[in-house]
């Protein structure tokens, strides 16, 4: 299991970690029972507090996406079957509602929108190992 934490982000660390393990467990990439990072590997892996791993995971277990087990740290729970697309589309839906409003603000037609949308949707394109886009 990777996490990517950004600490200029905006978005508050312990929220990244929490966004993380929900987007993971909605597409399948963590499954019940998957042991997530214990508190001070991941708080040492990324520079970062123990307290805000710490909170991340208390909130994800009082969301009953993850649970302690005796001698093996947090596991992912089992949760309660859910249509999984319909649960991506949910988390998907609050970014994609302020991209909506920013596009508006913007003037951009929802065609242009969609372009862009498609565009940032398709993975980049080996260009021999260089960033191209820098």
Same mark, same amino acid.
């Given at each position: ?25 909605? %597409? @399948?990439? /963590?499954?019940? @029972? ?8 991941? $708080? ?9 791993? *710490?909170?991340?995971? *208390?909130? +994800?277990?009082?969301?009953? #996406?993850?649970?302690?087990?005796? @001698? ?10 859910? *249509?999984?697309? %319909?649960?991506? /589309?949910? +988390?998907? &839906? ?11 603000? +913007?003037? +951009? %037609?929802?065609?242009? $929108? /969609?372009? #862009? ?9 080996? #260009?021999? @190992?260089?960033? &191209? *886009?820098?």
């Amino acid at each position: 299991m990777r996490f990517h934490i950004a600490p200029s982000d905006a978005v508050p660390i312990y929220r990244q970690i929490v966004e993380q393990v929900r987007r993971q467990v909605a %597409s @399948g990439q /963590l499954r019940a @029972g998957d042991e997530v990072p214990s508190v001070r590997v991941l $708080a040492q892996a990324h520079a970062i507090n123990p307290m805000t791993v *710490s909170k991340a995971y *208390s909130l +994800l277990e009082a969301e009953g #996406l993850l649970e302690r087990r005796r @001698g093996l740290g947090m596991v992912v729970a089992t949760v309660r079957p859910t *249509s999984r697309t %319909s649960q991506r /589309l949910a +988390l998907l &839906e609050p970014t994609l509602r302020a991209a909506a409003q920013q596009a508006a603000q +913007l003037g +951009l %037609s929802v065609d242009e $929108a /969609l372009a #862009l949308f498609k565009r940032c949707m398709t993975p980049p394109t080996d #260009l021999g @190992g260089r960033d &191209e *886009s820098r």
